[in-house]
């Protein structure tokens, strides 16, 4: 038997994956006031890890099981567009909100909106991948069925788990104990930490239905998470 929490994941799945890509709005574009106040407010928060240029090389970053993030490649885990594309300004911002679970990121609540909407803007400016190809289509996210944890969508959750071959990394009980993580070398680490113990119900993601829902259309940049988006689009 599965616990709530990963029961949780493997409904949702496949409870509402039948929904494809389409745009929503993102926040507009900033101008060089809020850049330059975002780079004094990521100096005096961020810097510390990611560096005062944004490559995460940092004495602190040694002592962190996770290194911070190299924000000069323009990868970042946490998106609303498809894998391989850049976030928009809005996953950023609710990124730096809500910071990161399993990792040292850190909530930034403390700063105003438009704060953050500044660092936002100075993050842009480190990697050229911004000026080249700029942020990815946002997928809609639809509201979670009535039914989400109805006998019978757990037991479709389950079905599809298996068929998706999850379990391969996250195990068959979502430990995250799959048999490619028993494998010489880790191949299947995530930056040092093997993939997500969904009975913890702890997720980069966040633990809300939508945040799951995110992580599993568009996968985990940086990671093995593999984004199911295109192939439940397909059909």
Known sequence: MCTRTARTLACWVTAVLLTGFAPSPAFAGADGKAVAEGERIFGQYCSGCHGDTG?????????????PRDLTKGIFKLRSTPRGTLPTDEDLHRTITYGILRSAMPQYRRLTGPERDAVVAYIK??????????????????????????????????????????????????????????????????EGQPPANLRRGIYKSGDTEKGLYRAVMTGLDGSSMHAFGSLFAAG
């Open 55 to 67: 490559e995460g090389s940092t004495l602190k970053a040694w002592f962190l099981s996770i290194e």
């Open 125 to 190: 400016t480190l990697s050229d991948r911004w000026k080249a190809e700029g942020p990815g289509e946002p997928i809609t996210i639809p509201d979670p069925p009535e039914d989400l944890m109805s006998k019978a969508s757990v037991a479709r959750g389950q079905e599809v788990y298996t068929l998706l071959q999850c379990g391969s990394c996250h195990g068959p009980l979502g430990r995250g104990d799959g048999t490619l993580n028993k494998n010489p070398g880790g191949g299947m680490s995530s």
